[in-house]
């Protein structure tokens, strides 16, 4: 594990299922050891990620698969929805979403994060583990009736400040860094919203990161220069301001520095043929199609196929 200085939570040794352990004030229950079907045929060691509806993807490599800001029901208008057959295949554990480890959540905005939702899947797999920032745990637990313990257990709460701590959790076959990152806005709009960014490293040359909706703003990541600099991920999903702004740009570079960026959280109106989008999107890499998905070692560069579609 990487040395950064600013970490809250530091379980170097591997820990065993259901054992819970304190961390300075952040309770981490390890994820339950849990056999699942290999779902993504022919090549399954392969990094595959996979466009849900705005920042929601999946990462899948091996026999692990993370789901990010999955669960939601809002598209204000302007953003997608995740449809409804990707939905239900979610919910129902379909290939390829079967054997899901965690859902992870950046913030609590309604295009990112459905409390109902995320109970009622949380209950329907008992092997997955949620990470959300505190406020929207809080959120979650006023809006719906909470199961039981088994529910409870497995919902981890992260208590972040910006330009504060970094979060470190060994969980099982993975491990959860977690940063704060102001939501876009700053420092006049969403000042009050605490936005999550996740590196999850699935193995010693894979991590993947997720910023949620983070603003673009160098002071944000400035304070957590040793963190992003201890890994490199091997790729990012970056809110698509960040790939078409300067400032959001040079973060990428200089801090946030994985191989591959894919920018998510497109308008809706963009259009799915790249000959037809703005000038300003030549030569960027973004998801906009639901179910579209990418091997990230094929040897083809731009492996970009649907699996629900057709
Ligand atoms: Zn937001």
């Not at 699942?36 to 990094?47: E, Q, S, Y």
């Not at 899948?60 to 295949?89: C, H, M, S, W």
């Not at 999550?196 to 993947?208: F, K, M, N």
Request: aromatic fraction near 8%; charge should be negative.
């Amino acid at each position: 594990m990487h040395s950064t200085s600013n970490c809250r939570c530091r379980c170097r040794q591997p820990l065993s299922a259901k054992k819970a352990v304190k961390l300075a004030g952040l309770t981490v229950l390890l994820l339950v050891v849990h056999c699942k079907p290999l779902a993504i045929a022919d090549d399954t060691h392969a990094l595959h990620s996979h466009y849900l509806a705005n920042a929601g993807v999946m990462v899948a490599k091996g026999e692990t698969r993370l789901l990010f800001d999955p669960f939601f029901r809002n598209d204000y208008g302007v953003y997608q929805l995740v449809p409804a057959d990707i939905e239900a295949a979610i919910m129902a554990g379909m290939p390829p979403y079967d054997g899901v480890d965690a859902v992870f959540v950046s913030h609590y905005h309604d295009d990112h994060f459905d409390p109902a939702l995320v109970v009622a899947y949380l209950l329907k797999w008992p092997g997955v583990q949620l990470y959300a920032p505190q406020q929207a745990v809080d959120v979650m637990l006023q809006a719906v009736e909470m199961p039981g313990r088994d529910v409870l257990d497995r919902i981890h709460g992260l208590e972040l400040l910006a330009g504060g701590e970094t979060i470190e959790i060994h969980a099982d076959e993975i491990e959860i860094e977690a940063v704060a990152i102001a939501h876009a806005g700053w420092p006049s709009r969403n000042t009050d919203i605490d936005n999550v960014a996740y590196r999850v490293t699935l193995d010693a040359s894979t991590s993947v990161v997720h910023l949620g909706d983070a603003d673009k703003n160098r002071e944000h990541y400035e304070p957590h220069r040793d963190f992003w600099h201890a890994r490199t991920a091997r790729l990012a999903f970056a809110p698509v301001w960040l790939l078409l702004t300067e400032p959001g740009r040079q973060v990428l570079d200089e801090y946030v520095r994985a191989q591959q960026v894919i920018g998510v959280h497109v308008y809706d109106q963009v259009p799915r043929d790249p000959a037809d989008r703005p000038e300003e999107f030549d030569g960027l890499d973004i998801f906009v199609t639901p179910g579209e998905f990418r091997n990230h070692d094929s040897a083809a560069p731009a492996d970009s196929q649907s699996l629900l579609t057709d």
